[in-house]
């Protein structure tokens, strides 16, 4: 069990709360789990009685990542992942609220598994993990799950994990209901029959390889499809993980429609290009697929002008069997907790994305996408942050990570920035 709420005063920290459109020196203030006051302000604010000083010079004081796409392997597939070990991996990385994928073993789709999730996390008692319940049964894409049930068990979203929806029928009644009980649809586009057998996107470099190839058609014909479907329903629509620049030009052209749909991108396909694939290196084989660089740049233009809303790091732990065989037959994902941060502040340093962009798209973005009370350094929230060295430089090595599974794109990665301490609830569950 976590040890008990420490009060505290964060002093000397660079405060960046993008809810707030606050980036000033300033101090955070913990009382009883909350924050009293952070920014500027917190100075005048005193010290309560017996609380810990904590200088942070040098560092920036944020609120704790939201990840809104995380695969855990249990239950099911425990050998890959359990509850508690993504939830030291995400302390690890600074996430402190994240959103569990329902592609289980069982799937989430009954009240049991929802309830199950909700007990196991109360026992680990250290990040908040949030359970996302499937849209159909067993992930069959035919029969519809109690969507009402669900989502009054604790269900934050709905989503098909791994995949797609192919039914429009079935889509338009998911997202009447959804719409109906005030959830987002999540949903991850790809159009099977198109996507056919290719293992990363289609182009010159695939044909060197000698691999199939995947069309950016695939990923873009579902989506418009869904937005359609939004606009025909009204529901709430989260695109989950866009990569290409033709996705990015729809989900504009929905928002200057005004319709109430977001889009997320895998930190992966912001920071890595196809050619990163090199010697057929399976830790690169991921869903969507590493694109070219044009559409990274796309993507991080996307990110940049709010057109993407949110970042995640489509966590997807795979054990040695199943990555280390011939390209083809490797299995798509990459763990990505631990280096969602340090990845994503790549684009921070580069000068592409802005620091309080880059944040919000972690925080406070994601968090209103999937309605939680996270994200923010507001007075009155838990007290949930990180304290971060923005400028730590470090080469990742594998075996330092806390995930079950060590399959990272960012393997033998020089990476600047790191996540000195989190905070949950007032209470330190990572650092010191």
């Known amino acids: 069990m976590m040890p008990m709420t420490d009060d505290a005063v964060y002093e000397n920290a660079r405060i960046v709360d993008p809810a707030r459109n606050l980036d000033a ?3 955070l203030v913990v009382r009883e789990g909350a924050i009293v006051a952070a920014g500027p302000e917190a100075r005048n604010q005193g010290v309560p009685e017996g609380a810990a000083r904590i200088d942070c010079a040098g560092l920036t004081v944020m609120p704790g990542l ?5 695969h855990i392997g249990e239950p099911g597939g425990e050998h890959r992942e359990t ?11 600074g996430v402190t ?3 569990m994928m329902p592609d289980t073993d069982p799937v989430i789709d009954d009240v049991a598994l ?12 250290t990040v908040r993990v949030h359970p996302a319940a499937a849209i159909t049964k067993g992930l069959a894409g035919a029969e519809m799950t109690e969507m009402g049930n669900l989502r009054e068990a604790g269900a934050v979203m709905f989503t098909e994990g791994r995949q797609t929806v192919r039914d429009a029928a079935v889509m338009r009644r998911a997202m009447t209901y959804a719409r109906d009980l005030g959830a987002p649809i999540a949903h991850h586009t790809v159009e099977a029959d198109l996507a056919g057998n290719g293992v990363m996107n289609e182009g010159l470099l695939a044909s060197w390889l000698g691999l199939p190839g995947i069309a950016r058609e695939a990923e873009l014909l579902p989506l418009e499809r869904d937005l359609r479907l939004a606009r025909l329903t009204g529901a709430t629509y989260h695109a989950a993980k866009i ?3 033709m996705s990015a030009e729809a989900m504009r052209r929905a928002k200057a429609a005004g319709l109430a749909v977001t889009a997320g991108v895998s930190i992966n396909n912001l920071a890595l290009n196809e050619n990163d694939i090199g010697e057929y290196r399976t830790f690169f084989k991921l869903s969507p697929p590493l694109r070219h660089e044009d559409d990274r740049l796309a993507m991080v233009e996307a990110l940049r002008n709010g057109t993407v809303d949110a970042i995640c790091s489509d966590h997807d732990p795979q054990d040695v069997d199943t990555k280390r065989l011939p390209f083809a037959e490797a299995e798509d994902g990459a763990v990505g907790l631990e280096t969602l941060l340090s990845a ?10 802005p620091l309080m962009r880059l944040v919000d798209a972690l925080t406070h973005r994601p968090a209103r996408i999937a309605g939680l009370e996270a994200g923010t350094l507001m007075p009155g929230r838990p007290a949930d942050f990180i304290v971060v060295d923005l400028d730590e430089p470090f080469v990742l090595d594998p075996a330092d990570l806390k995930s079950k599974s060590k399959n990272t794109a960012f393997d033998g990665a020089r990476l600047t920035g790191r996540v000195r301490r989190t ?7 990572f650092g010191a």
């Open 243 to 245: 990569s290409c620049a």
């Open 114 to 125: 929802v309830e199950f999730v909700a007990r196991t996390v109360r026992e680990i008692d």
């Open 423 to 429: 905070v949950v609830a007032g209470r330190t569950v």
């Open 66 to 70: 939201v990840d809104l796409r995380v």
């Open 83 to 93: 509850i508690r070990s993504a939830c030291a991996a995400a302390a690890a990385g």
């Open 25 to 27: 020196r300033g101090s």
């Open 344 to 353: 994503a502040l790549r684009l921070f340093h580069s000068g592409d994305v």
């Open 97 to 99: 609220s994240l959103v």
